[in-house]
């Protein structure tokens, strides 16, 4: 293959491959996709948060049971100590109050402990709820995934002929001419190379002087366009088509 054909045939490619990526990133699973993920990363930062809220309440609620325990002991002390003591008037007095005090300690632990068990609940529920949003959410993903891949699956195939075909373009391409049309092609949005017909190059359509004409027919086959300064094929500028 002639280095002009391959170079033309190299941006051909390119573009097409362009083309084909641009079809593959704007499937419509994609933008789902992108919605799961961002509903994935919100979901996994609430989770944390109930997570930590949960052990608090597990935490708490532990607590509580340990202080009722301790509550209950200390009653049934307080209580034998009043039956040891039970001829001791004043004595017998001060541990009744202190009894009272211990059943209403008792009474507010309890209490609170009936708050703590709904707040645990709450929160069982709610991370029981994020669990099952997450397997949906995973569902779903797999779902889109499927279909991407079944509808992408033909421009996919095409995509590995292009990448096949590019690399043997590419060994019948300079690496001076290949460095050139790197440069050019992501300066002009892949539109690198243009080819010279009659006197007006392909994609600029500046009509060029007779003068420049002549001076780009002597020089070489792969030139630049003296008006957009895109590769110049000069190769066939005179053949008709
Ligand atoms: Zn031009």
Redesign the pocket.
């Known amino acids: 293959m002639e280095e002009t054909q391959a170079l033309l045939r190299l941006q051909e490619i390119d573009l097409e491959l362009m083309r084909l990526n641009t079809t593959l990133k704007s499937m419509p699973q994609q933008k789902k996709l992108a919605a799961i993920t961002a509903a994935q990363k919100n979901l996994a930062g609430k989770m944390k948060q109930i997570i930590g809220q949960r052990k608090d309440a597990e935490m708490e609620l532990d607590d509580n049971e340990q202080a009722h325990e301790r509550t209950v002991n200390r009653i049934g002390e307080v209580q034998g100590e009043a039956q040891d003591r039970a001829r001791d008037y004043r004595g017998v007095r001060d541990l009744e109050a202190h009894l009272t005090a211990l059943a209403k300690q008792l009474e507010k632990i309890e209490f609170k402990h009936n708050e703590l068990e709904a707040n645990l609940e709450k929160l069982l529920k709610a991370e029981q709820n994020a669990t099952d949003l997450g397997k949906r959410l995973e569902e779903e993903r797999a779902a889109q995934q499927k279909s991407l891949d079944d509808s992408s699956s033909e421009l996919m195939a095409r995509v590995r002929v292009l990448a096949t075909e590019r690399k043997q373009v590419m060994s019948a391409i300079s690496d001076e001419v290949a460095k050139t049309y790197a440069k050019s092609a992501k300066r002009f949005g892949g539109l690198a190379v243009?080819r010279l017909k009659g006197n007006v190059?392909s994609?600029?359509?500046?009509k060029l002087q007779q003068g420049i004409f002549n001076e780009l027919m002597r020089g070489p086959l792969i030139a630049e366009?003296?008006?957009?300064?895109?590769m110049?094929v000069t190769e066939g500028a005179l053949a008709d088509e």
């Open positions: 243009e190059p994609t600029c359509r500046v366009c003296p008006y957009c300064h895109r110049l």
